[in-house]
Every structure is written in C-alpha cells, then in structure tokens.
C-alpha cells in the first residue's frame, strides 16, 4: 500500500507558544503508531523552533523515541530566494536549518489575502523542490458550477504552478486539492464527496499525464483538503482514493486531529 500523508495546518493559531506546544506535545503523545503513514504539523513560522526543540530534544515527553519518525514539521510557506533583502520573509535554508521537510505553497488563503498568483506559486514551488523540500501545493477552485468551468481554472492553477520545472525535480511534489467552497472557514462549507475527489483527482492525474507522462501522473500522491473530521476521513482515503488529506480546523484541537488518525487505523 502507498504511504498516506496526514497534514494539520494551524493556519494563524494558536495565540501563544504554550498553547502551540501543548497541542503539539498532545499529538505526539496521543497519535497511534501507524504504519506507513507520515504525520506532518505545519504550525506558524514562529514556532516552528520550540516545536522542532520538542521532536529532536524530547525534553518535556518521555517516550521521544516511539515518535520520533512519525511528526514531522512543516511550514504554511515558504520565499522563493534563498537569501536576500526581503523584509520579512523566510527563506527555504532557514527552514530546513529548523528541521522542516515539508511546505505548503498556494494555500487559497495566501492567493486571496496575500496576493500568490500562480507566477509566484510557480516561483515558490521550483526554489523549495531544489532545496529538496517537500511541496504541498494546493489547488482548487471557488465555486463548482455545473458547466465544468472549474476545471479549466483547475487545470490553469496546475498548469502555471508546474511551468518549467523539469520533470525529474518531482519526485517531492504532492498535489493538495482544497474546493475553496469546502474549507470549513467560509460559510456554509461542507465536504466534498469522496466520489467527488476521486472524479477530480482522475483529472488532474490527466493533465499531469499530457504535461509529464504516465509515470508522473501515476506517481504524484494527491491529497484531499476541505472540512475533514474523524467522521470523513477514511471516505477520501479507500472511496475517494486520496493519498492524504489536510486538516485545518480539526488539526487545531488534539482530540480532534487524533480522531482522524484513528479512524484510519
Ligand atoms: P479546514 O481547512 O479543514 O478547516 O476546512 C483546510 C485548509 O484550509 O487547509
């Protein structure tokens, strides 16, 4: 079976590092031990160090060593330079200086408050899979129309996100497909259908099959994103055939982000 990704992003939360510490220490303690399956926490930047403290030093848990391999850091994203003079960003050897693997880039929150267009994204995307980062890049579109208009926007967003970069680079790229209509904090979200997913993510494996061949579009682990709770989870896994999911409100709670993990069990 392939490996399963389980991502919690934290988005702008929790208001405080002992806050941010207790959840992660919480999850550490209480996720079960499961085969095959990378856990990863993508917390705010700023405390990704205390976390990172927490995983290789054990200091405040005692059974560090059950877990170590299994929660891994991310970041809710990432600079395309290296180094530089831009004020207040943070570059892709900071990060791994902090033991983050993973990132996200293109989340629909940073496309539509933080102004990433798909030329940035692209940007961002290339400059993180050379640092040998690992690339969670999101896609999705805002509303489902019944024309199918929303997958020419779908097939766009992949489309640009992946210009020029060459094919042999993708080995750590996972596509996250997040319906922006399905993420819990706008109004009247709910989750799509696994069913749904899986139609979707058949698509997407299309156009990843015209742009870079079969053995890509076989491989590229997709994710669903969007309202996931204990409840749904393992639908978009066996129905919907999701390589992982992303989890924002459910990843802020431990109970609930545990929910998850168990119910994949
Ligand atoms: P949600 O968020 O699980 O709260 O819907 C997902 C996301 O926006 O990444």
Redesign the pocket.
Known sequence: MAKKFIVA?W?MNPNSVKEAEALFIGVCKSAPKMKNTEVVVCPPFVYLDRLSGIIHNAMPIGRQAKYKNQINLGSQDVFWENRGSYTGEISPLMLKDFGVKYVIVG???RRKYLMANNEIINKKIKTALKNNLKVFF?VGEEERDEKGKYLKFLKEEIIEGFKKIPKDNLKNLFI?Y?PIW????NKG?A?DTPRNFLETSIYIRKILFFRFGRKVAHKVPILY????DGKNARGFLEEGRADGI??????LKVKSFVDILKSLK
Do not use: F
């Open positions: 992003n988005k989340h629909s929150e999101c996250v997040e399905a993420i819990s904090s979200a989750a994103g969007g309202s996931v992303l989890a924002g409100r459910a990843g």
